[in-house]
C-alpha cells in the first residue's frame, strides 16, 4: 500500500468556489449512471410490468367487453402493481457501505427514480392502450392516480429507511401495499379514493389522489437527505427528543 | 521524540436511542497510526465509529477530524472525502463485480476520472490481494473476500482517515493475519480507528487503545499501558481461586487468575487481555469465567 501523495490527490483537487461545484456534481452523475442503473430492481420491475401488461391485455379478450368501471378498476389494479415494484426502488443490499461517501443517498436516490420514471412512463403508456377505447378512462385522472400510488410506495420505502437499519424496503413497502389496497374498499365512496367520473364525489376523488401524490412526495424530499437526524450544536446533554431511528445502532 | 500531532478530537459525545445511552459524554483523541477500539458487546463501539463516520450525527458533543468539524454540511462533505469506512456488517450488490463494486464506491467519492479511478480501484484491489478475482462477481466470492472487498472500497480514493468496524470477524485465523498486515500498512500515514473483539489485534497492531464500556470511555492510552494495569494481579494456582475476578484452567492444567491474588501468589506476566478485563471491572457479564 502506498502511502499517501501523489497523483490521486491532485485528481481529486477540487475547485473551492461554489460555481465550481457544478461540473464536479455533473460529472458524478455521469459516471454514476451505468452503475445505479445496475442496480435497479430489475427482477421485481420484470415481475409486476408483466403482470399489469397482462391484466391490461386481459381486457382484450374477445368474450370481454368491458365498461369503463371495469377499465378504471383494471387500471388501478395496474397501477398498484406498479407501485409494488416502485418501493423495491430504494433497496440498497450496499446502503452501510456506502454511508459515509460523499455522494449522498439523497443524490444516489433521486438517481434511481430518474432512471425508472421513462421506463415506468412507457410501462404505463403501453398499459393503458391496452384498454379497448371504450373503457379507457381518461388519461389524465388514472395518470394521477398510479402516479400517487408510485409516491406512497416510494414514501413507504423511505420511512422504512429512515426508521430502520434495513437495506431492503421493498418487501415490507409491497405488504404494506397488499394490505392497504383492500382497506381502501373498505372506506365510504363519499370519502375515498375509488370514485369513478359520474359519480357526485368525482372531484373529491381526484383532489384526494393529488394530494396523496403531494404529501408522498413532499415527504420523500423531506425525509431522504441525510444525515437522518439532525446534529445538534455544542457540548449539551442530550434533549427529551429519543432518537427515532436505530439507523446507528 | 515529540508527539504525533492530534488528528481528531472528540469532546463530550452522547446519543440516546429511546432510554438508553448508547454514547454518554465521550471524550477522546486520536493521532496517525492505528488506534484500537475495545469494549464488550453493546458497549456503544459501533456507533462511536458511525458517529465519527458522519453516518449518523450525535445528540449532543462535537468532533473535528483531520481539521474539518462535521456539524456543517460542508465540514461534513469536506471530511467525507477524507474518510474510508468499513462498517460491521458490509453489504454489496451481488451481481457486481470485485472491480464494478469499489469502482462504484469511488465514483461515490467523487473521483470522476475514469482512466484514473480505474487505475485507483486496481491499485486498492491489488493491495488487499483480490487483483486476480476483480472480475468475478461478489456472490461467487467466499466471506474473507468479500470483506476484503470492502476494506478495498474503504481503502479507494487513499483517505486519511480509516474507521474500521471490527474487520475480521469470521475471518480465519490465516485471513485474520492478512488483515492485520493490511490495517498495519494503511495505518502507515493515515488515521485508523479499529474496533475490534480481538486483544490479540490490538496488542499487535494498535500505538494506541481505548476502551469503551456501557457508553463511556473507561481507559485511553498505549496497549503497554493498559497492559500495565493487571501487573502484580494475575497468578497461576492448581485450583480455581474464588478471589478471582477471572480464572481459567490453561493447557498446562494449572488455572490462570485474574484479579487481586492472595499473599505469595504465583504472579504471572500480564497481557493486554488481562488489563482489558481488569478495566471493565465486571461490567460485562461474560468478564467472570
Known amino acids: ?249 | 521524540m515529540t508527539a504525533a500531532p492530534t488528528t481528531l478530537t472528540a469532546s463530550g459525545l452522547t446519543l440516546r436511542y429511546g432510554g438508553t445511552r448508547a454514547l454518554d459524554d465521550v471524550s477522546l483523541s486520536l493521532t496517525r497510526g492505528v488506534t484500537g477500539l475495545l469494549g464488550p458487546n453493546g458497549a456503544g463501539k459501533t456507533t462511536l465509529l458511525r458517529v465519527l463516520a458522519t453516518a449518523v450525527p450525535p445528540d449532543g458533543g462535537e468532533f473535528r477530524a483531520l481539521g474539518h468539524d462535521p456539524r456543517g454540511s460542508a465540514g461534513r462533505l469536506a471530511l467525507r472525502r477524507e474518510l474510508g469506512y468499513l462498517p460491521q456488517t458490509p453489504g454489496f450488490h451481488p451481481d457486481f463485480t470485485a472491480f464494478a463494486f469499489v469502482d462504484y464506491v469511488a465514483i461515490l467519492k467523487e473521483l470522476t476520472d475514469r482512466g484514473a479511478r480505474h487505475r485507483e480501484v486496481r491499485r486498492v484491489l491489488d493491495a488487499v490481494d483480490l487483483g486476480e478475482v476483480r472480475g468475478k462477481r461478489l456472490k461467487r466470492l467466499s466471506g474473507g473476500m468479500r470483506q476484503r472487498v470492502a476494506l478495498a472500497a474503504a481503502l479507494v480514493g487513499d483517505p486519511g482517515f480509516l474507521v474500521l468496524d471490527e474487520p475480521t470477524v469470521g475471518l480465519d485465523p490465516e485471513q485474520r493475519m492478512r488483515f492485520r498486515e493490511l490495517i498495519a500498512e494503511a495505518g502507515e500515514g493515515r488515521t485508523v480507528l479499529l474496533s475490534t473483539h480481538q486483544t490479540e489485534d490490538v496488542a499487535m497492531l494498535c500505538h494506541r487503545v481505548v476502551v469503551l464500556a456501557h457508553g463511556r470511555v473507561r481507559f485511553e492510552g498505549t496497549p503497554a499501558e493498559l497492559t500495565a494495569r493487571a501487573a502484580g494481579r494475575v497468578w497461576s494456582s492448581d485450583r480455581r481461586d474464588p478471589a478471582a475476578r477471572a480464572g481459567w484452567r490453561t493447557g498446562t492444567g494449572t488455572f490462570r487468575n485474574v484479579g487481586d491474588p492472595p499473599e505469595g501468589a504465583d504472579l504471572l506476566e500480564p497481557t493486554l487481555e488481562d488489563g482489558y478485563l481488569l478495566t471493565l471491572d465486571g461490567e460485562s457479564a461474560g468478564v467472570t469465567a
Open chain 1, 1 to 249: 500500500m502506498r502511502s499517501r501523495s501523489g497523483p490521486l490527490q491532485r485528481m481529486k483537487s477540487r475547485p473551492p468556489s461554489r460555481t465550481g461545484r457544478c461540473p464536479l456534481f455533473r460529472a458524478v452523475l455521469r459516471a454514476l449512471v451505468p452503475p445505479v442503473w445496475r442496480t435497479l430492481p430489475w427482477r421485481a420491475a420484470a415481475l409486476a410490468g408483466a403482470g399489469g401488461l397482462l391484466l391490461a391485455g386481459s381486457t382484450r379478450l374477445p368474450e370481454r367487453v368491458p365498461d369503463q368501471g371495469a377499465g378504471w378498476a383494471v387500471l388501478r389494479l395496474v397501477a398498484l402493481l406498479g407501485a409494488v415494484a416502485f418501493g423495491f426502488i430504494l433497496d440498497d443490499p450496499a446502503r452501510h457501505t456506502t454511508a459515509a461517501a460523499p455522494v449522498g443517498r439523497a443524490v444516489r436516490a433521486g438517481l434511481r427514480t430518474a432512471l425508472a420514471l421513462p421506463v415506468a412512463a412507457v410501462w404505463w403508456t403501453t398499459a393503458l392502450l391496452l384498454i379497448p377505447g371504450p373503457a379507457r378512462p381518461p388519461a389524465g385522472p388514472v395518470t394521477v392516480e398510479a402516479a400517487a400510488m408510485a409516491t406512497t410506495a416510494l414514501a413507504l420505502a423511505t420511512a422504512v429507511i429512515r426508521c430502520t437499519d434495513g437495506t431492503r424496503p421493498g418487501r415490507t413497502t409491497a405488504a404494506r401495499l397488499a394490505l392497504a389496497a383492500p382497506a381502501l374498499a373498505l372506506v365510504p365512496d363519499r370519502w375515498g379514493l375509488l370514485g369513478v367520473p359520474g359519480e357526485p364525489w368525482w372531484t373529491g376523488t381526484q383532489v384526494r389522489w393529488a394530494s396523496v401524490l403531494c404529501l408522498t412526495a413532499l415527504w420523500c424530499a423531506v425525509a431522504t437527505p441525510e444525515p437522518l437526524r439532525r446534529w445538534r450544536p455544542g457540548h449539551g446533554r442530550p434533549g427529551d427528543r429519543p432518537g427515532r431511528t436505530s439507523a446507528a445502532r
